[in-house]
């Protein structure tokens, strides 16, 4: 088994390097020595089915895995029934692109609180999930993963406990395990080894060995405030955390197989290759 890393989007380098266009990607990250990509969707499902397929057919070629975030918009957890509906379409059109693409995991942002509670959001978001999962099966597509996000800010539906408790409604919804974002809600809790440890056993413990091996993550240091996340930087930051190396020799010793994305600012795809770098010669050393 072994983790696999990957980009959230192009870096800055992609244009440099002389890449044009989104049929370029998996060109660009076999050339970046990584192993997966995340489509970014966030502002609206914009890519077409053939282009999809067109995407999805090179990254075969080239051995690149495919995931796409969902748009930021979509709101599970809404007070007003026409936006959680709404958010079942965005999920579906997500659903729809990745599995155009070849891939079979899509990222979603649940929402915020709002003013209701925090018990009352999760009410909502786990029944527009399970609305969710339902259109995913009348459309064929029942095998695509929806990923639920833990997220960086304060008000926003999200901590590592909800994303659990969403996951438990089916087998098939994979969690992904935001460090940076769990990092800047709670203003920096993952300094040790153990605080990281206590972060994938909660996952083992709640979901399962199949999930616990097999999450999906997304890892940048984070600039935070009192409110959580304020913007993401790159791992040249020394201020911020989280600090990748302790989650990287965790997932040697449990072996798990996650996927990483990185979503550094304009560095993503050269602080992916740190990470898959660091982690393959721990896992050498491991082996000795």
């Known amino acids: 088994m072994a983790a696999i890393f990957g980009?959230?989007?192009?870096?800055?380098?992609?244009?440099?390097?002389?890449?044009?266009?989104?049929?370029?990607?998996?060109?660009?990250v076999?050339?970046?020595?990584?192993?997966?990509?995340?489509?970014?969707?966030?502002?609206?499902?914009?890519?077409?089915?053939?282009?999809?397929?067109?995407?999805?057919?090179?990254?075969?070629?080239?051995?690149?895995?495919?995931?796409?975030?969902?748009?930021?918009?979509?709101?599970?957890?809404?007070?007003?029934?026409?936006?959680?509906?709404?958010?079942?379409?965005?999920?579906?059109?997500?659903?729809?692109?990745?599995?155009?693409?070849?891939?079979?995991?899509?990222?979603?942002?649940?929402?915020?609180?709002g003013k209701i509670s925090r018990e009352e959001a999760l009410i909502l978001a786990i029944d527009t999930m399970k609305l969710s999962l339902t259109a995913l099966d009348n459309e064929g597509l029942g095998d695509v993963h929806i990923c639920p996000e833990t997220m960086g800010k304060v008000n926003q539906l999200g901590t590592l406990y909800e994303v659990l408790e969403l996951c438990k409604i089916d087998e098939r919804l994979i969690p992904c395990i935001d460090f940076g974002h769990l990092n800047a809600r709670d203003l920096g809790c993952l300094n040790e080894k153990s605080d990281f440890e206590k972060v994938l056993l909660s996952v083992k413990n709640e979901l399962g060995e199949f999930r616990f091996k097999n999450f999906h993550s997304h890892f940048s240091k984070?600039?935070?405030?009192?409110?959580?996340?304020?913007?993401?930087?790159?791992?040249?930051?020394?201020?911020?955390?989280?600090?990748?190396?302790?989650?990287?020799?965790?997932i040697y010793k449990y072996d798990c197989s996650p996927t990483f994305i990185c979503e550094s600012a304009g560095t993503q795809a050269e602080d992916a290759k740190q990470m898959k770098d660091y982690y393959i010669n721990f896992s050498k050393k491991g082996a000795i």
């Open 7 to 28: 980009p959230a989007g192009t870096s800055d380098s992609f244009s440099k390097l002389g890449f044009k266009n989104s049929l370029d990607v998996p060109e660009f």
């Open 30 to 113: 076999v050339r970046m020595g990584l192993d997966c990509f995340e489509y970014q969707c966030g502002r609206g499902v914009n890519i077409g089915e053939e282009k999809a397929k067109l995407l999805g057919e090179k990254a075969k070629e080239k051995g690149i895995k495919l995931s796409l975030h969902a748009p930021y918009y979509i709101s599970m957890s809404s007070v007003e029934e026409e936006k959680r509906l709404n958010s079942v379409n965005y999920i579906l059109a997500s659903a729809k692109a990745v599995k155009a693409m070849g891939g079979n995991r899509i990222i979603v942002h649940t929402g915020s609180c």
């Open 222 to 250: 984070i600039e935070y405030t009192t409110g959580g996340e304020k913007r993401h930087l790159t791992f040249e930051d020394n201020v911020y955390g989280p600090d990748f190396e302790p989650l990287m020799e965790l």
